[in-house]
């Protein structure tokens, strides 16, 4: 007997399910707090040289702000003042409205910045100045986010197939816990590009971890049901951030706020279940019989009788080089690439809304979108649904961006298309690899996506040498991900491979008895 009859013996969606479900509801919120964090805690307000030290013998304190204002800041063309360049000496001829075109010197500004605090008390950018020359390295705060992610991804697919998804877990709450709480601490801009980048490398570990320990304890039925609720905790999170940064508009506080529910969660740890589908994988059959007997017990299902279980051999131990070393996992790997796709930016410039609303929208955008994969992925099945998601994405960026430049409505189904592929993905590549390698295949795929996520600002800047390449290159890449998605096997109704050897269809196994 497989672990799937097992599973579906003891009730695979039960209580049991219900409550480690609810366990690691907690700690993906999270997800879409930190990874979104950057659109608000970077925000530039509007700005202009501080003239304050300026007194010129005392003439100032007979001018209003908005004179000393005229005579020390140039206007730009729209009418606003220069953000980052002040006139060399006061201009008082201005005061009179003066049509004399004649150059002004200008320089750049001598006494820092005052800023406009009406959206946000503080942000990066008024906390050290990160604007005119420093603006590039506000920006940068995403991508280091993101490099911390890509490569935690790796790392912790790594240690969760290997010591166990509950254990990886715990180490992923503390760190990210942790880290985040230095990042609110910071005192200069090198201490919190470190501790964002930490806290990135430990937020992957929840990402991948907690979807398959919540998979690997569901029967074949409900999978969908599950993955698609999963996925919701990010569509919430978005519609949640928004409310939450609008009521704490100070970065320090926003930044420990948004990884505080790792606090009750790291406290809920001791309530969640080890993987028993990887417990037998790898051999640890007493642990599997306990958490298959509490599981038996809260479902009620007390009563079922022996089985036999395939087991792989316990001795053996895997890395991300068994991805390639035979067929089968080594065309599943490389056609994964494609899920690369979802990490890729999509150039939204807003809806022409201020920045909480934009935000909301986007996450009421995503609902639509995992209600559409809720009902056509189990009847057209994964790789169909995720082709089709990624083809229309591309469509739509080339046809609106390119042909008619309407770009807020490729923002709105762009977007919506998009996070229809992000839905399937976790799903589909959970169900691809076996659980001997699952947490190493998913985070293989996961590092795959952030290197999309690092690249976008680079495609970005083909802006200059034509305005619509970079919706191009996006087009492009949604369309091949959706060609090589539609290569790769169908996974629906199907049971999760256990080993490598029943990708490969080969067998290597052997067996033991339970009784629950």
């Known amino acids: 007997m497989r672990f799937d009859n097992v599973l579906a013996e003891i009730n695979g969606f039960g209580r049991f399910q219900l409550r480690t479900f609810l366990l690691l509801i907690i700690p993906r919120l999270t997800l879409p707090f930190n990874f979104l964090l950057n659109n608000f805690i970077t925000f530039i307000p509007s700005h202009h040289c501080d003239i304050r030290s300026q007194n010129n013998g005392g003439v100032f304190r007979n001018l209003s702000l908005e004179e000393r204002l005229n005579v020390n800041i140039p206007f730009e063309q729209d009418g606003s003042l220069s953000s980052c360049q002040m006139f060399a000496e006061p201009q008082y001829q201005l005061l009179s409205n003066s049509s004399n075109l004649t150059y002004i010197p200008t320089m750049p500004c001598q006494n820092g910045w005052i800023y406009d605090t009406t959206i946000f008390r503080s942000t990066l950018a008024t906390e050290w100045d990160l604007v005119c020359d420093k603006k ?12 911390g992610v890509m490569l935690g991804s790796g790392i912790f697919g790594f240690l969760s197939d290997r010591f166990g998804r509950k254990k990886t877990l715990l180490l992923s709450y503390m760190a990210s816990f942790i880290f985040g709480i230095a990042t609110a601490l910071s005192y200069n801009f090198l201490m919190f590009a470190t501790m964002r980048f930490c806290t990135g490398l430990g937020l992957s570990g929840i990402s991948i971890s907690s979807f398959v320990l919540c998979l690997e304890w569901v029967e074949i039925r409900h999978r969908t049901t599950v993955a698609v609720l999963m996925s919701l905790d990010w569509s919430v ?6 409310g939450v940064a609008y009521l704490i508009n100070d970065w320090r506080f926003l930044t420990a706020a948004v990884i505080s529910p790792l606090f009750p969660a790291m406290l ?29 017990t809260v479902n009620g299902r007390e009563d079922v009788l022996s089985t036999v279980i395939l087991v792989e051999d316990e001795n053996r131990k895997y890395s991300y080089l068994d991805l390639v070393k035979t067929p089968k996992m080594r065309r599943r790997a490389l056609l994964s690439v494609a ?6 930016s999509l150039n939204i410039s807003g ?17 639509p979108a995992k209600g ?23 469509l739509l960026i080339f046809i609106f961006n390119l042909l008619i430049n309407s770009v807020k409505t490729v ?23 076996p659980t001997v390698m699952r947490q190493n295949g998913l985070g293989y795929c996961s590092f795959m996506a952030r290197v999309g996520v690092a690249v976008s600002p680079l495609i970005m800047l083909l802006e200059d040498v034509w305005v619509n390449l970079p919706s191009f290159v996006f087009s492009l890449v949604a369309l091949g991900s959706g060609l090589s998605a539609s290569l790769l096997p169908e996974t629906y109704n199907v049971r999760l491979p256990e080993t490598i050897e029943d990708v490969e269809q080969t067998t290597y196994c052997k067996t033991i008895s339970l009784r629950l």
């Open 136 to 147: 590039k390295m506000n920006r940068a705060t995403a991508t280091i986010f993101f490099v």
């Open 237 to 242: 999170g978005c519609v949640i951030l928004p």
């Open 268 to 296: 809920c740890w001791w309530w969640l279940p080890e993987s028993a589908r990887w417990l037998m994988s790898n051999g640890k059959t007493d642990d599997a019989h306990f958490y298959l007997s509490r599981c038996a």
């Open 339 to 344: 899920f690369a796709y979802y990490g890729i």
């Open 351 to 367: 809806f022409g809304v201020n920045i909480y609303l934009t935000q909301f929208i986007y996450g009421v955008i995503e609902i």
């Open 372 to 394: 559409f994969v809720f009902f056509t992925v189990d009847k057209i099945g994964r790789r169909w649904n995720q082709a089709g998601m990624l083809i229309l994405t591309g």
């Open 411 to 433: 923002g709105a189904l762009g977007k919506m298309f998009s996070e229809g592929s992000f839905t399937i993905v976790f799903l589909y590549t959970t169900e691809l690899y």
